[in-house]
């Protein structure tokens, strides 16, 4: 869920309007310029044998391959909008993963380690770039509890519970970010069946 006064994500452009207005610009004019030399020439060629015909085949053509361009841009830019959004989608899956499993590095070694830190650092920096706000946001609260678990150089049993509860709503964002689910009380379900499974997998932990 979005905190209050956390910024929203931006709208995803679904057209490209500028584009498609200068294209039907462009057509009007074609289309009233070629209405005009239509006339033009069909009235000229009466006295020649075929001249009407070939006038019609000629603009015809010529509209043909006019609309046929534009449709085949058009799809040219939709296929490559959707290509960039299924790229965006393995870079933010790829990244999510990653955080999850480095987090879960670091919980496990129980002690300060500069080169898992440091691994860290580059995978938070990825994670700025592709994850939505709140992710970033919960990712931000794995970082403080790591930074005030691991001050003493080490992270006991309670700072590591803890820090994983964290991962579990980093989890939820994630799967709210990346989910084509979009129905909030499925969203909701899922949040509270991931908490309930990050718990009991702390009591399966406790035991002994």
Excluded: C, W
């Excluded at 956390?6 to 584009?19: D, E, I, L, N, Y």
């Excluded at 509860?165 to 991931?194: F, G, K, Y």
């Amino acid at each position: 869920m979005i905190k209050k006064g956390q910024p929203m994500k931006p709208p995803v452009k679904t057209s490209f309007r500028g584009r498609d207005v200068a294209y039907l610009v462009i057509s009007i004019v074609l289309v009233g310029v070629g209405y005009a030399a239509y006339r033009g020439l069909y009235f000229l060629g009466e006295n020649v044998p075929f001249a009407q015909e070939m006038i019609l085949v000629f603009l015809g053509a010529a509209a043909t391959i006019y609309l046929t361009a534009v449709l085949l841009n058009r799809q040219t830019e939709l296929e490559l909008r959707k290509e960039g959004q299924v790229l965006l989608f393995q870079q933010k899956h790829d990244t999510y993963m990653r955080v999850i499993e480095k987090v879960a590095e670091i919980v496990e070694r129980e002690r300060h380690d500069f080169a898992l830190i440091d691994e860290l650092r580059v995978i938070s920096h990825k994670l700025a770039v592709v994850g939505s706000a709140p992710v970033v946001e919960a990712f931000r609260r794995v970082l403080d509890l790591l930074v005030d678990g691991l001050e003493d150089g080490q992270l006991n049993g309670n700072d590591a519970e803890q820090v994983m509860h964290a991962v579990a709503e980093v989890t939820i964002a994630m799967r709210s970010d990346i989910s084509s689910d979009n129905d909030p009380e499925a969203l909701r379900s899922a949040a509270e069946t991931i908490m309930a499974n990050s718990r009991k997998i702390e009591r399966l932990d406790d035991i002994e």
